[in-house]
Protein backbone atom coordinates (compact mmCIF):
# COMPACT_ATOMS: atom_id res chain seq x y z
CA UNK A 1 0.00 0.00 0.00
CA UNK A 2 1.29 3.53 -0.65
CA UNK A 3 1.40 6.33 1.43
CA UNK A 4 -0.94 8.49 0.30
CA UNK A 5 -3.31 5.37 1.23
CA UNK A 6 -1.99 4.54 4.37
CA UNK A 7 -2.43 8.13 5.07
CA UNK A 8 -6.08 7.65 3.46
CA UNK A 9 -7.23 4.88 5.49
CA UNK A 10 -5.70 6.59 8.66
CA UNK A 11 -8.11 9.84 7.88
CA UNK A 12 -11.05 8.05 7.46
CA UNK A 13 -10.85 6.08 10.76
CA UNK A 14 -10.10 9.38 12.85
CA UNK A 15 -13.17 10.93 10.39
CA UNK A 16 -15.51 7.84 11.68
CA UNK A 17 -14.24 8.16 15.11
CA UNK A 18 -15.43 11.62 15.04
CA UNK A 19 -18.83 11.34 13.14
CA UNK A 20 -19.40 8.68 16.03
CA UNK A 21 -18.71 11.05 19.01
CA UNK A 22 -20.17 13.99 17.26
CA UNK A 23 -23.36 11.96 16.54
CA UNK A 24 -23.65 10.80 20.62
CA UNK A 25 -23.14 13.82 21.38
CA UNK A 26 -25.90 15.84 19.49
CA UNK A 27 -28.42 12.69 20.46
CA UNK A 28 -27.75 13.88 23.76
CA UNK A 29 -27.76 17.52 23.57
CA UNK A 30 -31.51 17.07 21.86
CA UNK A 31 -32.30 15.10 24.62
CA UNK A 32 -30.97 17.31 27.43
CA UNK A 33 -32.61 20.18 25.85
CA UNK A 34 -36.16 18.88 26.03
CA UNK A 35 -35.73 17.66 29.45
CA UNK A 36 -34.48 21.18 30.31
CA UNK A 37 -37.18 22.76 28.69
CA UNK A 38 -39.66 20.16 30.61
CA UNK A 39 -38.14 21.03 33.82
CA UNK A 40 -38.47 24.95 32.75
CA UNK A 41 -42.71 24.50 31.82
CA UNK A 42 -42.96 22.43 35.76
CA UNK A 43 -41.09 25.04 37.60
CA UNK A 44 -43.53 27.38 35.92
CA UNK A 45 -46.86 25.51 36.70
CA UNK A 46 -45.31 25.42 40.13
CA UNK A 47 -45.14 29.19 40.64
CA UNK A 48 -48.31 29.89 38.86
CA UNK A 49 -49.93 27.60 41.33
CA UNK A 50 -48.03 29.49 44.39
CA UNK A 51 -48.91 33.17 43.07
CA UNK A 52 -52.45 31.51 43.45
CA UNK A 53 -52.22 30.75 47.03
CA UNK A 54 -50.52 33.37 48.38
CA UNK A 55 -53.06 35.89 46.76
CA UNK A 56 -55.78 34.20 49.41
CA UNK A 57 -54.87 36.17 52.78
CA UNK A 58 -54.24 39.41 50.58
CA UNK A 59 -57.72 39.01 49.26
CA UNK A 60 -59.49 38.47 52.79
CA UNK A 61 -57.34 41.17 53.95
CA UNK A 62 -58.64 43.59 51.02
CA UNK A 63 -62.68 42.08 51.92
CA UNK A 64 -62.11 43.32 55.22
CA UNK A 65 -60.61 46.67 54.70
CA UNK A 66 -62.72 47.36 51.76
CA UNK A 67 -65.93 46.59 54.12
CA UNK A 68 -64.57 48.66 57.20
CA UNK A 69 -64.62 51.04 54.76
CA UNK A 70 -68.13 50.97 53.44
CA UNK A 71 -66.98 50.50 49.86
CA UNK A 72 -68.09 48.10 46.86
CA UNK A 73 -66.59 44.98 46.75
CA UNK A 74 -67.33 44.40 43.18
CA UNK A 75 -64.14 46.23 41.44
CA UNK A 76 -62.00 44.00 44.09
CA UNK A 77 -63.53 40.72 42.74
CA UNK A 78 -63.24 41.62 39.69
CA UNK A 79 -59.91 42.57 39.62
CA UNK A 80 -58.93 39.33 41.25
CA UNK A 81 -60.72 37.26 39.13
CA UNK A 82 -58.97 38.66 35.78
CA UNK A 83 -55.43 38.06 38.21
CA UNK A 84 -56.74 34.03 38.64
CA UNK A 85 -57.85 34.02 34.67
CA UNK A 86 -54.30 35.35 33.64
CA UNK A 87 -52.81 32.45 35.88
CA UNK A 88 -54.96 29.87 34.04
CA UNK A 89 -53.63 30.97 30.87
CA UNK A 90 -50.40 30.85 31.64
CA UNK A 91 -50.59 27.54 33.00
CA UNK A 92 -52.37 26.29 29.76
CA UNK A 93 -48.99 27.42 27.98
CA UNK A 94 -47.07 25.77 30.19
CA UNK A 95 -49.06 22.57 29.49
CA UNK A 96 -49.19 22.80 26.05
CA UNK A 97 -44.94 23.34 26.09
CA UNK A 98 -44.67 20.37 27.73
CA UNK A 99 -47.48 17.97 26.04
CA UNK A 100 -44.84 19.43 23.18
CA UNK A 101 -41.53 18.25 24.94
CA UNK A 102 -42.98 14.92 26.22
CA UNK A 103 -44.35 14.31 22.30
CA UNK A 104 -40.64 14.39 21.92
CA UNK A 105 -39.36 12.29 24.66
CA UNK A 106 -41.10 9.54 24.21
CA UNK A 107 -40.64 8.24 27.54
CA UNK A 108 -42.32 9.44 30.12
CA UNK A 109 -46.00 10.24 30.44
CA UNK A 110 -47.65 12.49 32.13
CA UNK A 111 -50.86 12.19 34.48
CA UNK A 112 -53.96 11.95 32.77
CA UNK A 113 -56.67 15.20 32.24
CA UNK A 114 -53.44 17.50 33.90
CA UNK A 115 -55.57 20.62 32.26
CA UNK A 116 -59.20 19.14 33.43
CA UNK A 117 -57.78 18.82 37.07
CA UNK A 118 -56.05 22.88 36.55
CA UNK A 119 -59.17 24.26 34.79
CA UNK A 120 -61.07 22.43 38.15
CA UNK A 121 -58.56 24.20 40.58
CA UNK A 122 -58.87 27.59 39.16
CA UNK A 123 -63.30 27.28 38.34
CA UNK A 124 -63.14 26.09 42.30
CA UNK A 125 -60.85 29.35 43.48
CA UNK A 126 -63.18 31.33 41.23
CA UNK A 127 -66.45 29.94 43.16
CA UNK A 128 -64.51 30.35 46.54
CA UNK A 129 -64.03 33.63 45.78
CA UNK A 130 -67.45 34.86 44.21
CA UNK A 131 -69.35 33.57 47.59
CA UNK A 132 -66.77 34.99 50.20
CA UNK A 133 -67.02 38.75 48.50
CA UNK A 134 -71.24 37.83 48.06
CA UNK A 135 -71.20 37.02 51.99
CA UNK A 136 -68.76 39.99 52.74
CA UNK A 137 -70.97 42.23 50.99
CA UNK A 138 -74.38 41.12 52.25
CA UNK A 139 -73.25 41.78 55.91
CA UNK A 140 -74.00 45.28 57.03
CA UNK A 141 -71.55 47.47 59.00
CA UNK A 142 -68.32 49.44 58.68
CA UNK A 143 -66.57 47.03 60.47
CA UNK A 144 -63.51 45.01 59.56
CA UNK A 145 -63.93 40.88 59.18
CA UNK A 146 -63.58 39.47 62.41
CA UNK A 147 -60.91 36.92 62.91
CA UNK A 148 -62.79 33.91 63.30
CA UNK A 149 -64.94 34.64 60.41
CA UNK A 150 -62.07 35.15 58.07
CA UNK A 151 -60.65 32.13 59.43
CA UNK A 152 -63.92 30.43 58.36
CA UNK A 153 -63.32 31.40 54.85
CA UNK A 154 -59.84 30.19 54.80
CA UNK A 155 -61.00 27.00 56.25
CA UNK A 156 -63.17 26.85 53.37
CA UNK A 157 -60.70 27.37 50.70
CA UNK A 158 -58.35 24.96 51.86
CA UNK A 159 -60.90 21.82 52.22
CA UNK A 160 -62.65 23.17 48.73
CA UNK A 161 -59.34 24.33 46.45
CA UNK A 162 -55.93 24.26 48.69
CA UNK A 163 -55.72 20.36 49.08
CA UNK A 164 -56.37 19.64 45.45
CA UNK A 165 -54.43 22.57 44.81
CA UNK A 166 -51.26 21.05 47.60
CA UNK A 167 -51.70 17.26 45.58
CA UNK A 168 -50.80 18.77 42.22
CA UNK A 169 -48.12 20.56 43.81
CA UNK A 170 -46.71 17.18 44.70
CA UNK A 171 -47.30 15.46 41.62
CA UNK A 172 -45.23 18.17 39.44
CA UNK A 173 -42.57 17.95 41.80
CA UNK A 174 -42.33 13.83 41.44
CA UNK A 175 -42.16 14.83 37.89
CA UNK A 176 -39.04 17.45 38.31
CA UNK A 177 -37.29 14.77 40.13
CA UNK A 178 -38.14 12.14 37.19
CA UNK A 179 -36.60 14.39 35.00
CA UNK A 180 -33.39 15.87 37.50
CA UNK A 181 -32.54 11.72 37.41
CA UNK A 182 -33.37 10.95 34.24
CA UNK A 183 -30.78 13.89 32.80
CA UNK A 184 -28.45 12.59 35.62
CA UNK A 185 -28.68 9.36 33.00
CA UNK A 186 -28.64 10.57 30.05
CA UNK A 187 -25.05 12.66 31.61
CA UNK A 188 -23.77 8.83 32.78
CA UNK A 189 -24.24 7.40 29.43
CA UNK A 190 -22.40 9.68 27.36
CA UNK A 191 -19.29 10.02 29.55
CA UNK A 192 -19.05 5.74 29.21
CA UNK A 193 -19.86 6.21 25.28
CA UNK A 194 -17.07 7.98 25.07
CA UNK A 195 -14.78 6.84 27.19
CA UNK A 196 -15.16 3.80 25.13
CA UNK A 197 -15.17 5.51 21.86
CA UNK A 198 -12.12 7.22 23.32
CA UNK A 199 -9.90 3.88 24.25
CA UNK A 200 -10.99 2.30 20.55
CA UNK A 201 -9.78 5.31 18.54
CA UNK A 202 -6.51 5.40 20.58
CA UNK A 203 -5.76 1.56 20.15
CA UNK A 204 -6.75 1.51 16.53
CA UNK A 205 -4.60 4.98 15.92
CA UNK A 206 -1.76 3.43 17.51
CA UNK A 207 -1.83 0.36 15.07
CA UNK A 208 -2.28 2.35 12.07
CA UNK A 209 0.65 4.99 13.35
CA UNK A 210 2.84 1.37 13.56
CA UNK A 211 1.54 0.09 10.01
CA UNK A 212 2.71 3.60 8.19
CA UNK A 213 5.85 4.85 10.42
CA UNK A 214 7.62 1.51 10.84
CA UNK A 215 8.37 1.31 6.61
CA UNK A 216 8.26 4.85 6.58
CA UNK A 217 11.17 5.18 9.03
CA UNK A 218 13.72 2.46 7.35
CA UNK A 219 12.97 4.27 3.90
CA UNK A 220 13.59 8.49 5.30
CA UNK A 221 16.88 6.43 7.08
CA UNK A 222 18.18 5.73 4.01
CA UNK A 223 16.85 8.73 1.87
CA UNK A 224 19.04 11.03 4.97
CA UNK A 225 21.64 9.28 4.41
CA UNK A 226 21.71 10.29 0.66
CA UNK A 227 20.98 13.59 1.58
CA UNK A 228 23.53 13.87 3.63
CA UNK A 229 26.23 12.87 1.09
CA UNK A 230 24.53 15.15 -1.57
CA UNK A 231 25.23 17.99 1.28
CA UNK A 232 29.14 17.44 1.55
CA UNK A 233 29.16 17.72 -2.26
CA UNK A 234 29.36 13.79 -2.96
CA UNK A 235 27.08 13.65 -6.26
CA UNK A 236 27.83 9.94 -7.06
CA UNK A 237 25.60 8.34 -4.99
CA UNK A 238 22.88 6.29 -5.86
CA UNK A 239 19.72 5.00 -4.11
CA UNK A 240 18.21 1.60 -4.61
CA UNK A 241 14.64 2.59 -6.43
CA UNK A 242 12.75 0.06 -5.01
CA UNK A 243 8.69 -0.58 -5.56
CA UNK A 244 6.24 1.94 -7.07
CA UNK A 245 5.10 3.88 -4.40
CA UNK A 246 6.10 7.65 -3.56
CA UNK A 247 9.32 6.35 -1.66
CA UNK A 248 10.36 4.70 -4.77
CA UNK A 249 9.75 7.70 -6.78
CA UNK A 250 11.32 10.07 -4.24
CA UNK A 251 14.90 7.83 -4.65
CA UNK A 252 14.58 8.02 -8.28
CA UNK A 253 14.02 11.66 -8.09
CA UNK A 254 16.94 11.89 -5.76
CA UNK A 255 19.23 10.01 -8.67
CA UNK A 256 17.99 12.57 -11.49
CA UNK A 257 19.03 14.94 -8.83
CA UNK A 258 22.58 14.33 -8.27
CA UNK A 259 22.99 13.58 -11.95
CA UNK A 260 21.87 16.95 -13.05
CA UNK A 261 24.14 18.31 -10.22
CA UNK A 262 26.71 17.23 -11.45
CA UNK A 263 26.48 18.97 -14.81
CA UNK A 264 25.15 22.49 -12.88
CA UNK A 265 27.78 23.20 -10.02
CA UNK A 266 29.74 25.49 -12.01
CA UNK A 267 26.66 27.29 -13.85
CA UNK A 268 25.29 27.94 -10.14
CA UNK A 269 28.82 29.04 -9.22
CA UNK A 270 28.55 32.25 -11.97
CA UNK A 271 25.00 33.02 -10.97
CA UNK A 272 25.89 33.05 -7.14
CA UNK A 273 28.37 35.97 -7.58
CA UNK A 274 25.31 37.70 -10.26
CA UNK A 275 22.43 37.41 -7.53
CA UNK A 276 24.92 38.68 -4.92
CA UNK A 277 24.80 41.91 -6.77
CA UNK A 278 21.35 41.84 -7.20
CA UNK A 279 20.55 41.03 -3.61
CA UNK A 280 22.48 44.08 -2.65
CA UNK A 281 20.56 46.25 -4.95
CA UNK A 282 16.96 44.90 -3.67
CA UNK A 283 18.30 45.13 0.57
CA UNK A 284 18.78 48.88 -0.46
CA UNK A 285 15.54 49.41 -2.47
CA UNK A 286 13.73 46.87 0.42
CA UNK A 287 15.55 49.08 3.41
CA UNK A 288 13.65 52.57 1.81
CA UNK A 289 10.25 50.53 1.58
CA UNK A 290 10.41 49.45 5.66
CA UNK A 291 11.22 53.45 6.48
CA UNK A 292 8.23 54.43 4.90
CA UNK A 293 6.40 51.50 6.11
CA UNK A 294 7.25 52.48 10.00
CA UNK A 295 6.03 56.32 9.59
CA UNK A 296 2.88 55.54 7.78
CA UNK A 297 2.36 52.72 11.33
CA UNK A 298 3.35 55.51 13.85
CA UNK A 299 0.62 57.55 12.19
CA UNK A 300 -1.87 55.10 12.42
CA UNK A 301 -0.67 54.32 16.46
CA UNK A 302 -1.20 57.99 17.46
CA UNK A 303 -4.63 58.18 15.19
CA UNK A 304 -5.49 54.48 16.83
CA UNK A 305 -4.18 56.23 20.65
CA UNK A 306 -6.37 58.81 20.56
CA UNK A 307 -9.29 56.88 19.40
CA UNK A 308 -8.52 54.34 22.81
CA UNK A 309 -8.64 57.73 25.19
CA UNK A 310 -11.88 58.84 23.47
CA UNK A 311 -13.65 54.85 24.09
CA UNK A 312 -11.96 54.91 27.91
CA UNK A 313 -13.99 58.19 28.64
CA UNK A 314 -17.00 56.87 27.17
CA UNK A 315 -16.30 53.29 29.53
CA UNK A 316 -16.28 55.33 32.84
CA UNK A 317 -19.85 56.94 31.58
CA UNK A 318 -20.66 53.90 31.19
CA UNK A 319 -19.56 52.22 34.02
CA UNK A 320 -21.48 54.64 35.92
CA UNK A 321 -24.75 53.96 34.40
CA UNK A 322 -24.48 50.19 35.20
CA UNK A 323 -23.69 51.31 38.72
CA UNK A 324 -26.77 53.47 39.24
CA UNK A 325 -29.20 50.50 37.11
CA UNK A 326 -28.16 48.20 39.12
CA UNK A 327 -28.91 49.75 42.08
CA UNK A 328 -32.39 50.40 40.57
CA UNK A 329 -32.51 47.13 39.85
CA UNK A 330 -32.14 45.76 43.57
CA UNK A 331 -34.48 48.61 44.94
CA UNK A 332 -37.13 46.68 42.19
CA UNK A 333 -36.46 43.18 43.35
CA UNK A 334 -37.01 44.38 47.12
CA UNK A 335 -40.17 46.35 46.72
CA UNK A 336 -42.31 43.92 47.84
CA UNK A 337 -40.62 42.62 50.70
CA UNK A 338 -40.90 46.46 51.74
CA UNK A 339 -44.61 47.14 51.38
CA UNK A 340 -44.96 44.32 53.52
CA UNK A 341 -42.53 45.29 56.12
CA UNK A 342 -44.24 48.96 56.15
CA UNK A 343 -48.03 47.18 56.25
CA UNK A 344 -47.11 45.23 58.98
CA UNK A 345 -46.06 48.17 61.52
CA UNK A 346 -48.92 50.07 60.05
CA UNK A 347 -51.47 47.82 60.60
CA UNK A 348 -51.07 47.67 64.83
CA UNK A 349 -50.41 51.52 64.82
CA UNK A 350 -53.77 51.58 63.25
CA UNK A 351 -55.61 48.98 65.92
CA UNK A 352 -53.72 50.45 69.04
CA UNK A 353 -55.49 54.33 67.36
CA UNK A 354 -58.80 53.08 67.14
CA UNK A 355 -58.50 51.59 70.57
CA UNK A 356 -57.47 54.68 72.14
CA UNK A 357 -60.35 56.47 70.64
CA UNK A 358 -63.05 54.13 71.69
CA UNK A 359 -61.81 54.33 75.28
CA UNK A 360 -60.99 58.12 75.39
CA UNK A 361 -64.66 58.29 74.25
CA UNK A 362 -66.39 56.83 77.50
CA UNK A 363 -67.33 59.09 80.50
CA UNK A 364 -65.71 56.85 82.93
CA UNK A 365 -62.52 56.67 81.06
CA UNK A 366 -60.90 58.84 83.73
CA UNK A 367 -61.13 56.66 86.54
CA UNK A 368 -60.48 53.38 84.25
CA UNK A 369 -57.67 50.94 85.71
CA UNK A 370 -56.88 50.42 81.90
CA UNK A 371 -55.23 53.81 82.02
CA UNK A 372 -51.26 52.51 81.78
CA UNK A 373 -52.63 49.99 78.94
CA UNK A 374 -53.62 52.80 76.76
CA UNK A 375 -50.67 54.60 77.27
CA UNK A 376 -48.91 51.10 76.36
CA UNK A 377 -50.72 50.83 73.25
CA UNK A 378 -49.38 54.75 72.24
CA UNK A 379 -46.33 53.79 72.74
CA UNK A 380 -46.04 50.73 70.68
CA UNK A 381 -47.63 53.42 68.39
CA UNK A 382 -44.94 55.51 68.18
CA UNK A 383 -42.64 52.51 67.49
CA UNK A 384 -44.37 51.32 64.88
CA UNK A 385 -44.11 54.98 63.11
CA UNK A 386 -40.45 54.98 64.39
CA UNK A 387 -40.24 51.63 62.04
CA UNK A 388 -41.75 52.46 58.63
CA UNK A 389 -39.46 56.00 58.98
CA UNK A 390 -36.54 53.91 59.36
CA UNK A 391 -37.47 51.43 56.72
CA UNK A 392 -38.34 54.07 54.21
CA UNK A 393 -35.12 56.38 54.68
CA UNK A 394 -32.89 53.11 54.30
CA UNK A 395 -34.28 52.92 50.84
CA UNK A 396 -34.10 56.77 49.95
CA UNK A 397 -30.33 55.88 51.11
CA UNK A 398 -29.85 53.22 48.19
CA UNK A 399 -31.72 54.95 45.65
CA UNK A 400 -30.48 58.25 45.54
CA UNK A 401 -27.85 58.95 43.29
CA UNK A 402 -24.03 58.66 44.54
CA UNK A 403 -21.96 61.51 46.25
CA UNK A 404 -18.65 62.95 44.75
CA UNK A 405 -16.92 62.83 47.69
CA UNK A 406 -15.95 60.08 50.16
CA UNK A 407 -16.74 60.65 53.70
CA UNK A 408 -16.70 58.88 57.45
CA UNK A 409 -18.51 55.62 56.99
CA UNK A 410 -19.87 53.34 60.08
CA UNK A 411 -19.69 50.34 58.78
CA UNK A 412 -21.88 48.72 61.36
CA UNK A 413 -24.70 51.29 60.64
CA UNK A 414 -24.41 50.52 56.97
CA UNK A 415 -24.31 46.54 57.37
CA UNK A 416 -27.36 46.67 59.89
CA UNK A 417 -29.33 48.83 57.46
CA UNK A 418 -28.88 46.52 54.20
CA UNK A 419 -29.52 43.86 56.99
CA UNK A 420 -32.82 45.34 57.20
CA UNK A 421 -33.76 45.86 53.52
CA UNK A 422 -33.16 42.52 52.79
CA UNK A 423 -34.67 40.89 55.73
CA UNK A 424 -37.46 39.91 53.55
CA UNK A 425 -35.61 37.82 51.40
CA UNK A 426 -34.18 35.80 53.55
CA UNK A 427 -37.18 35.28 55.87
CA UNK A 428 -38.18 31.49 55.34
CA UNK A 429 -34.84 30.40 53.98
CA UNK A 430 -31.75 30.68 56.51
CA UNK A 431 -31.43 32.35 60.01
CA UNK A 432 -29.09 35.55 60.18
CA UNK A 433 -25.89 35.53 62.72
CA UNK A 434 -24.59 38.83 63.03
CA UNK A 435 -21.32 39.18 64.64
CA UNK A 436 -20.39 43.04 64.55
CA UNK A 437 -17.22 44.11 66.84
CA UNK A 438 -16.40 47.98 67.73
CA UNK A 439 -14.46 48.96 64.15
CA UNK A 440 -13.20 52.56 63.28
CA UNK A 441 -14.61 54.52 61.16
CA UNK A 442 -13.41 54.32 57.60
CA UNK A 443 -13.75 57.04 54.70
CA UNK A 444 -15.75 55.62 51.76
CA UNK A 445 -19.06 55.92 50.32
CA UNK A 446 -22.15 54.65 52.70
CA UNK A 447 -25.17 54.18 50.04
CA UNK A 448 -22.20 52.31 47.55
CA UNK A 449 -21.02 50.13 50.22
CA UNK A 450 -24.81 49.44 51.29
CA UNK A 451 -25.67 48.58 47.29
CA UNK A 452 -22.37 45.90 47.97
CA UNK A 453 -23.55 44.37 51.35
CA UNK A 454 -27.15 44.02 50.09
CA UNK A 455 -26.32 42.63 46.56
CA UNK A 456 -24.12 40.06 48.54
CA UNK A 457 -26.74 39.19 51.24
CA UNK A 458 -29.33 38.74 48.49
CA UNK A 459 -27.35 36.61 46.38
CA UNK A 460 -26.85 34.37 49.39
CA UNK A 461 -30.61 34.21 50.18
CA UNK A 462 -30.99 33.41 46.37
CA UNK A 463 -28.42 30.51 46.63
CA UNK A 464 -30.81 29.03 49.77
CA UNK A 465 -33.74 27.06 48.61
CA UNK A 466 -36.55 28.48 50.97
CA UNK A 467 -38.34 26.50 53.29
CA UNK A 468 -36.08 25.06 55.96
CA UNK A 469 -34.47 28.36 57.17
CA UNK A 470 -33.78 26.33 60.47
CA UNK A 471 -30.87 24.17 58.78
CA UNK A 472 -29.44 27.37 57.17
CA UNK A 473 -27.83 30.39 58.44
CA UNK A 474 -26.21 33.61 56.53
CA UNK A 475 -23.38 34.68 59.06
CA UNK A 476 -22.01 38.44 58.81
CA UNK A 477 -19.04 39.63 60.48
CA UNK A 478 -17.80 42.61 61.16
CA UNK A 479 -14.35 43.33 62.36
CA UNK A 480 -10.81 45.08 62.59
CA UNK A 481 -7.96 43.34 60.74
CA UNK A 482 -4.91 44.87 62.02
CA UNK A 483 -4.70 48.91 62.60
CA UNK A 484 -5.35 49.82 59.29
CA UNK A 485 -7.94 47.72 57.60
CA UNK A 486 -11.52 46.18 58.65
CA UNK A 487 -13.39 43.48 56.87
CA UNK A 488 -16.57 42.78 56.13
CA UNK A 489 -17.42 39.14 55.67
CA UNK A 490 -20.89 37.65 54.38
CA UNK A 491 -21.08 33.38 54.83
CA UNK A 492 -23.83 31.05 53.59
CA UNK A 493 -25.09 27.65 53.97
CA UNK A 494 -26.30 27.35 50.27
CA UNK A 495 -25.63 25.71 46.96
CA UNK A 496 -22.02 27.18 46.47
CA UNK A 497 -20.38 28.27 42.90
CA UNK A 498 -18.66 25.38 40.83
CA UNK A 499 -14.79 25.78 40.47
CA UNK A 500 -15.56 26.42 36.65
CA UNK A 501 -17.50 29.48 37.25
CA UNK A 502 -16.03 30.73 40.23
CA UNK A 503 -13.34 32.49 37.97
CA UNK A 504 -16.19 34.49 36.49
CA UNK A 505 -18.25 35.44 38.76
CA UNK A 506 -17.12 39.01 38.67
CA UNK A 507 -17.29 39.05 35.04
CA UNK A 508 -19.70 41.34 33.63
CA UNK A 509 -23.01 39.96 32.16
CA UNK A 510 -21.61 36.28 33.22
CA UNK A 511 -24.49 35.02 35.79
CA UNK A 512 -25.80 31.14 36.44
CA UNK A 513 -29.02 31.96 37.25
CA UNK A 514 -32.16 31.20 35.04
CA UNK A 515 -32.82 33.51 31.70
CA UNK A 516 -34.95 36.52 33.26
CA UNK A 517 -33.88 36.50 36.52
CA UNK A 518 -30.24 37.70 36.81
CA UNK A 519 -28.71 40.16 34.43
CA UNK A 520 -24.61 39.18 35.82
CA UNK A 521 -23.97 43.30 36.64
CA UNK A 522 -24.15 42.21 40.38
CA UNK A 523 -20.80 41.05 41.86
CA UNK A 524 -18.81 43.25 38.79
CA UNK A 525 -20.33 46.61 39.99
CA UNK A 526 -19.55 45.13 43.94
CA UNK A 527 -15.75 44.52 42.80
CA UNK A 528 -15.55 47.84 40.86
CA UNK A 529 -17.12 49.77 44.07
CA UNK A 530 -14.93 48.25 46.69
CA UNK A 531 -12.01 48.45 44.15
CA UNK A 532 -12.77 52.48 43.36
CA UNK A 533 -12.69 52.72 47.53
CA UNK A 534 -9.34 50.86 47.51
CA UNK A 535 -10.44 47.95 49.04
CA UNK A 536 -10.13 44.14 48.05
CA UNK A 537 -13.65 41.74 47.25
CA UNK A 538 -12.45 37.69 47.63
CA UNK A 539 -14.42 34.81 47.60
CA UNK A 540 -14.20 31.29 48.92
CA UNK A 541 -17.06 28.36 47.64
CA UNK A 542 -17.43 24.98 47.67
CA UNK A 543 -20.64 23.31 46.01
CA UNK A 544 -22.74 22.11 48.42
CA UNK A 545 -21.13 23.62 51.49
CA UNK A 546 -21.67 27.40 50.74
CA UNK A 547 -19.95 30.49 50.03
CA UNK A 548 -18.01 33.77 51.91
CA UNK A 549 -17.34 37.06 50.34
CA UNK A 550 -14.90 39.04 52.00
CA UNK A 551 -14.25 42.58 51.93
CA UNK A 552 -11.15 44.31 53.00
CA UNK A 553 -11.20 48.39 53.28
CA UNK A 554 -8.77 50.73 54.32
CA UNK A 555 -8.85 52.95 57.37
CA UNK A 556 -7.52 56.78 58.12
CA UNK A 557 -7.97 59.61 56.13
CA UNK A 558 -5.06 59.85 53.79
CA UNK A 559 -7.16 58.21 51.07
CA UNK A 560 -7.98 60.00 47.90
CA UNK A 561 -11.26 60.46 46.46
CA UNK A 562 -12.06 59.09 43.48
CA UNK A 563 -14.03 60.99 40.73
CA UNK A 564 -17.60 60.22 40.73
CA UNK A 565 -18.96 59.69 37.59
CA UNK A 566 -22.14 61.25 36.51
CA UNK A 567 -25.62 59.37 36.93
CA UNK A 568 -28.06 58.63 33.71
CA UNK A 569 -29.84 61.57 33.38
CA UNK A 570 -27.76 64.33 35.12
Known amino acids: ?????????????????????????????????????????????????SRLKAGIWPFLNALSRLREQGQDTTALLQERATRVLAEQTQLSLNLEQEEEEINGMGEFKPRAREDEEFNQIIQALLRWMERTEEKVRQDSGRKPLPPEEEWGFYQDYEKEVGQRM??????????????????????????LLTKVVALGSIVLNIALALFILLPLRSSLRTLRTTAEGVGRGDFEVALPARGNDELGLLAQAMNRMASELRGTLQEKQRLLEAEAEASEREARRYSAMLEETVRARTAELETANHQLEESLQQLRLTQSQLL???RMAAVGRLAAGVGHEINNPLSYILSNLRFIQRELGREEAARLPEREEMLTAVNDARDGAERVRDIVQELKTLSRPDELTLGPVDLRTVVQGSLRIASQELRGRARVVEDFQEVPTIQGNGPRLGQVVLNLLINAAHAIEPGRAEENEVRVLVRAS????????????????????????FEPFFTTKPVGMGTGLGLSVCRTIILSLGGTLEVESEVGRGSTFRITLPTGGDQTAPTAPQEPGT
Do not use: C, H
Request: no cysteine; glycine share 6%.
Open 1 to 49: MSVNGRILLFAVVAIGITAILAGTALYTTRMDRQIRERVIASQNQLESL
Open 324 to 326: FAD
Open 166 to 191: TSIEAAEREELEWMQRRWDLNMARLV
Open 482 to 505: GSKSVIVVVSDTGSGIPPENLERI
